[in-house]
């Protein structure tokens, strides 16, 4: 606000933004084009079964990422066990294990020839699935139960650092009038963590509702493959288009709450007294319980399956340590480093001018560049489809208008969508690591360059970027994971025959095969964990 920037700053803001928006607004223009027979035909037939079929399974993931979280949050938080300090990171694991992957696992542990039904076969003589009942794996409920293995860690997290940030004095006021731990819990630990718990619930079912890997394997059919199967069996974009905006308007709503419950959650910080954790201490059997909770919790969501994942990866590594591997390693990797440092450079720029510049109108651009992160992969395929399609339609015109052969799908065809459409998710990512990086630089500081004669370049350049290094580092290191664990995204718009990591692990998921990807797989995981161990260890600090 010290700065007069030159009006090239705010077009070159304004110009990434747009550029940003761009595919939403496609989306939204392609979705309101005529389409009677593929749409008409989908909402006779198939669609009501999709829209059910996405609200129930954000419901039942969300009620079991609650049900799973809370008291792992709470013990965690406000009772000292043995084990505790490990569980108080190690829970926040399960977020590197691809969902589609522990779907996988326990489905080969579960099927009908799995090692479980093999031993209670064997165990009670019975000879035919009509002789006993199993819960079905590969059903809406299993994926459900798979993605709330996975998903609760946002839950955790956010519950757990708002149980610890709760006033010691009431925990203190609540024992002198006689609650117990579990009336302190039930009356006044968990109604004021409610913001929190609205916000971490929110976060679950937007990623619930943008996962496509884990009910295409289970065959459930929801919109996410609603809007593959449009796209690729009958080859309607606007119908695509259609159906995405239908899940856009339930993300925008689930984004509208989640707003609404942190705008609740800043005031009930202001009226919080932070001080002196307030702790139980458990022994005995109340101790080894809380242990035996959170262990299991952990070694369903995580351990297992990663355990199993080793096995595979052992039995099966000659074959899997091929040119193959290599290759899809090779190109997760320049794609990811790519993305991260393109989304780093968009966040520099528009959060300077943003703070720099006097003009009101110029804190708009990182709001708008801010909105592709609330697309699913799938949504944000479509949408940039459409004005990449006109381009390549356009530049063929052209071509042949000059008498030249058109060149054909050289955009559509290529990585550089594929490219885009990573940016275009994950700014948003490194726009706000960097803005909570700004926060920590005094204005006063700006005034000082201003006044020794530095210019808008030369603030951004020598005073801004080295104090920025950590928020710079994070976002690059946030954009690089979700680069490397993209999916949706990459399935639709990846050029034939080029394949990373991510897309990799999927086919032989998808034959049946994870045997063959286990070691692809752990690399995606173990990437995964750096981020995760970045995050405990800055929460640990801010402490």
Not at 157 to 163: D, G, K, Q
Not at 198 to 224: I, K
Not at 397 to 406: I, P, Q, R
């Amino acid at each position: 606000m010290i700065l007069g920037l030159a009006r090239r700053w705010s077009v070159a803001s304004y110009t990434l933004a747009l550029l940003i928006v761009m595919p939403l607004i496609a989306l939204i223009l392609q979705s309101l084009m005529p389409d009677e027979a593929v749409f008409g035909h989908l909402i006779d037939t198939v669609l009501p079964t999709y829209i059910s079929n996405s609200l129930l399974l954000m419901f039942w993931v969300v009620i079991g990422a609650l049900f799973l979280a809370i008291p792992a949050a709470w013990l965690v938080a406000k009772c000292r066990f043995p084990g505790r300090n490990i569980f108080q990171w190690a829970l926040l694991l399960p977020l590197a294990m691809p969902a589609y992957v522990v779907a996988y696992v326990y489905t080969d542990l579960f099927d009908y020839a799995g090692p479980v039904q093999r031993s209670l076969r064997g165990l009670f003589g019975w000879q035919t699935p009509h002789d006993y009942y199993f819960p079905e794996v590969r059903s809406l409920g299993g994926a459900a139960i798979m993605l709330s293995l996975v998903l609760f860690p946002y839950i955790y997290l956010l519950a757990r650092t708002a149980f610890m940030e709760q006033s010691v004095s009431l925990g203190h006021a609540a024992r002198v009038m006689g609650c117990t731990p579990w009336k302190s819990f039930w009356r006044l630990s968990l109604p004021m963590a409610r913001p929190a718990l609205a916000v971490g619930a929110t976060l679950v079912a937007m990623e619930t509702a943008a996962d496509f890997a884990t009910v295409s394997y289970f065959a459930v059919p929801t919109l996410t493959t609603a809007v593959y199967d449009t796209w690729f069996e009958y080859g309607s974009l606007t119908a695509a288009a259609k159906i995405s905006t239908i899940m856009l308007f339930v993300v925008f709503a689930m984004v509208g709450f989640e707003r609404f419950a942190r705008r609740k959650q800043q005031l009930f910080q202001k009226q919080s007294t932070p001080g002196e954790l307030d702790s139980y201490s458990l022994s005995g059997v109340r101790a080894f319980a809380a242990t035996a909770y959170c262990f299991g919790l952990l070694t369903l969501a995580f351990l297992l399956p990663f355990v199993i994942l080793l096995q595979y990866a052992w039995a099966y590594f000659a074959e899997s340590w091929n040119a193959k591997f290599f290759e899809y390693s090779f190109n997760s990797l320049w794609i990811s480093l790519l993305v991260s440092v393109i989304c780093v450079c968009i966040g520099i720029l528009l959060m300077f001018v943003r703070r720099a510049s006097p003009r009101r109108a110029d804190m708009l651009p990182s709001r708008f560049a801010s909105t592709g992160y609330a697309l699913p992969g799938t949504v944000l395929a479509i949408g940039i489809l459409v004005p990449f399609t006109l381009l390549d339609f356009a530049i063929n015109d052209v071509a042949e208008y000059f008498g030249f052969a058109g060149p054909g799908l050289i955009l559509t065809g290529s990585t550089f969508i594929l490219i885009c459409a990573f940016c275009i998710r994950f700014a948003a990512i490194a726009i706000g690591s960097i803005e909570t990086s700004y926060k920590r630089i005094s204005p006063s500081l700006d005034m000082a360059s201003v006044t020794l004669g530095l210019t808008p370049k030369s603030l951004l350049t020598r005073v801004h970027i080295p104090l920025l290094r950590k928020g710079i580092f994070a976002g690059l290191l946030l954009v690089f994971i979700e680069c490397m664990k993209e999916l949706p995204a990459a399935l639709l718009l990846r050029p034939i025959g080029f394949e990373n990591l991510a897309t990799y692990v999927f086919q032989f998921v998808s034959d049946e095969q994870l045997e063959h990807g286990a070691l692809a797989a752990i690399v995606i995981v173990l990437v995964g964990l750096v981020p995760l161990i970045y995050l405990n260890r800055s929460l640990e600090q801010e402490k």
